[in-house]
């Protein structure tokens, strides 16, 4: 039999590092899961279930009202008081801080990863934790540092243990990191790990099928950037015998920054 704090340790091993209330939060929201899935007590409590049709209504409604925010917003600024003030992103709930974006707003490159961890969402800051140390020193490597350059993620809010982004909560998101590139105007985007590049890039492809190559993104006004995939940080930490592609890429970021 475990004691509580076995039991803590063995919730934080299994990715369950977030404690949102006594009741799920799909009840809180007024969305209720299977009754089948629920402590008779609660299942027995008259919770309105929307139909499928109408949650996937929600979200489309939501994706409308953060892209008429986004355009609404005229300066970064405006743009970050609208993400810190929107609602329609499920994963604010759980998170404590809305992780907007930090560097250096004039810069030429703009640096995107894909959501922030437990450190990013502890600070407010992206690349904060392990993988921002090691992205710092991956940037100091070809004479770039924070002064630099502009860093952002996909998602301004951390999914729950770290796990992988819902399209839906991709979706909702993306206006705010489309708009963040119409305002920014960065001449090179350098977009770090698959799941990133999939979402700005909108495809379905690998990421060392995406990385070590020059590829165009094209904002809504029509402006046409120069976009660099590579892998995540985080998954460098965890296989280091992928530092030498990722060294090759940084190295075609340096050549065209000197090129520029
Ligand atoms: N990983 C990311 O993708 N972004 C962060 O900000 C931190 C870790």
Redo the contacts with the bound molecule.
Sequence with gaps: MMNEKELLEWYLAAGVDVICGDVPGCLRQNVSPPKAALPTAIAEENVARPAITDLAQMSLKACKNARDICEASATLEELRAAAEAFEGCSLKLTSNKT?FGGGNSQAKIMII?????AD?DRIGE??V?R??HLLDKMLAAIGLDRSKVYIT?VLPWRPPGNRTPTDAEVAVCLPFLRRQIELLKPEIIVV??GS?ANSLLDNKETISRLRGKWQEYQTAKGDSVAVLASF?P?YLLRNAAQKAKVWADLLLLAKKLQNN
């Excluded at 990863?113 to 961890?117: C, L």
């Design positions: 992780v990863g894909e959501a922030p961890g990013e992206p690349f934790g993988s921002g993620n770090l790990g990133a995540h985080a």
